[in-house]
């Protein structure tokens, strides 16, 4: 009988303690592209369908993920995950843009269900599932990025793998939540150009007023100079971390650097799209004061020069505290340490109610043979 009951003992132990620690289904990320399948044009932007599944939703969590197209480095050990200790910039480099909800469509933010930060997701939100679905931009093979020191950076994606990556937003890290899919590129096909859904007689013709492009970009006819309009995230504006911002009005292809005050920090250049708009980003020490700053964006092409003043949070260390890495597995935001203490604490009680059961069958049976 002691045995049966040992036995049952060992198995309800098993019961408690597995389910502390529910298993987790690992994110996994699918890519369509015009053709179905994960690629894109090399010299021209296409769309692709981002679906990702299994992500770890925290209700009414701060942030979610960000879905981005860029280059990792070693994506087969993981190194370049933020949870790791990846560093964007260095580890991993994506394709910038701002993060407003009509940005470019070259970054993708998706909020938590029912997250403070909703409001700002151009991407919707994570249903409680984990799963999204979301279009993403993606600008040709190769594209600029900004390393740590806030120095222009060339990708070039037919020398290296790129592909899609979701990592944690808002500097909340979650090992859960990131993940690189590869996209390859399709070369176009023989005897037809990038550009080649546009009848000929529809395409702009070289003149004394286009601009010259880099080789396969697509030609484009410039345009009368106008005001330059230069706009900041304002919530990326604080010191110690890399700012973004925006610029219209810019002669297409036209390249540009922007400049911090007196040249405290610079970065650059970066090269206008064929509608005369730039996205990009530079760091802002992280000693900069706080106050009022200024950026200067200076043409290349035009020689044209605009200034904008922005204003300079100081690095708020507590408030890094509140975006602390969230634990690798926390589906629900809930306590696994607590799980597993109530676990051990069923399974120490169940086992001193049998000791005490056989005991008193043990002098039961003794009083019996006397």
């Not at 990038?194 to 070289?206: G, K, L, M």
């Not at 890399?242 to 036209?254: C, D, I, K, Q």
Request: charged share 15%; proline share 6%; aromatic share 6%.
């Amino acid at each position: 009988m002691s045995r049966r009951i040992l036995a049952a003992l060992l198995l309800v132990a098993g019961v408690v303690l597995g389910t502390t620690a529910p298993a987790h289904a690992a994110a996994s990320v699918s890519v369509s592209g015009p053709d179905g399948s994960a690629s894109a044009a090399p010299d021209t932007a296409t769309t692709v369908t981002v679906s990702g599944r299994g992500f770890t939703a925290i209700k009414a969590g701060f942030g979610g993920i960000y879905v981005a197209f860029g280059w990792v480095a070693d994506p087969s050990r993981g190194t370049w995950r933020p949870s790791r200790g990846g560093i964007t910039g260095e580890d991993y480099r994506y394709v910038p843009d701002t993060e407003d909800r009509e940005n470019a469509g070259r970054l993708r933010y998706v909020a938590f269900p029912g997250s403070s930060t909703a409001a700002e997701a151009n991407g919707g939100a994570l249903s409680e599932a984990g799963d999204f679905r979301v279009q993403l931009t993606i600008p040709g093979a190769r594209f600029t990025s900004t390393d740590r020191s806030g120095a222009n950076v060339a990708v070039d994606c037919t020398e290296v793998q790129c592909g899609v990556i979701t990592f944690g937003a808002h500097g909340v890290a979650n090992a859960d939540n990131e993940t690189f899919t590869p996209v390859r590129f399709n070369a176009p096909a023989s005897g037809t150009s990038p550009s080649s859904t546009t009848d000929e007689a529809d395409a702009p013709q070289p003149s004394a007023a286009t601009t010259p492009q880099p080789p396969g970009a697509q030609p484009v006819t410039t345009v009368p100079d106008g005001d330059i309009r230069l706009s900041i995230d304002a919530a990326t504006s604080m010191a110690g971390r890399v700012m973004t911002f925006t610029a219209v009005g810019l002669r297409p292809g036209e390249q540009v650097l922007v400049r911090l005050d007196d040249g405290v920090a610079a970065a650059g250049p970066f090269t206008a799209g064929t509608s005369g708009d730039v996205a990009g980003m530079i760091e802002l020490p992280g000693d900069l004061a706080a106050g009022t700053h200024e950026l200067h964006l200076t043409a290349a092409a035009s020689g044209r020069a605009t200034t904008t003043n922005f204003a300079v949070r100081a690095g708020d260390t507590a408030g890094d505290a509140e975006v602390a890495p969230v634990a690798s597995g926390s589906s629900d935001g809930g306590d696994i340490a607590g799980w597993i203490f109530l676990g051990a604490s069923g399974t120490v009680l169940l086992a001193v109610l049998v000791w005490r059961l056989l005991a008193m069958r043990r002098t039961r049976t003794t009083g019996v043979a006397a």
